[in-house]
């Protein structure tokens, strides 16, 4: 009994401390004297090697290589979803993650990087 008694002092010390450690320094100011460097990206929308935009869900894909495929994957080499920016071999397992109505198709991996996607991890496409 002694010993959770004085915890609950300690603990109770310890939050006094801090209450009046913000009361005391409500009044200061701190200032930042260093400066932060800007960073300007290498690579900016109007100077990459490949097309930044995905299809957007209700739109064609304006490509013959490209369509979506939420019933049938006959013909496609790869699937990708709309909501993310990575592709599958049709043997990986996280495909079947894809929600139906947001499954891509591509006949060859060059199509799918030209529409910004990146292989996957784990099945390397």
């Known amino acids: 009994m002694k ?6 002092i300690l603990f109770l ?6 209450i ?3 009361v005391l320094c409500r009044g200061c100011s701190f200032s930042r004297t260093e ?4 960073v300007t990206p290498r690579v900016t929308p109007s100077n990459t090697p490949w097309k930044i935009e995905t ?16 019933t049938s994957t006959e013909g496609a080499r790869y699937i990708a979803s709309v909501e ?6 049709l043997t990986c397992e996280h495909i079947f993650k894809i929600k139906r109505e947001n499954r891509i198709c591509f006949s060859n991996r060059e199509v799918a990087f030209s529409y910004g ?9």
């Open 3 to 8: 010993v959770i008694r004085r915890l609950i």
């Open 13 to 18: 010390v310890g939050i006094l401390a801090l």
């Open 20 to 22: 009046i450690a913000c």
């Open 35 to 38: 400066t932060i460097s800007t």
């Open 55 to 70: 299809p957007s869900r209700g739109k064609a894909p304006t490509d013959e290589h490209v369509w979506y495929c939420p």
């Open 84 to 89: 993310s920016d990575v592709f599958h071999s």
């Open 117 to 125: 996607y990146v292989p996957c991890k784990e099945c390397k496409p």
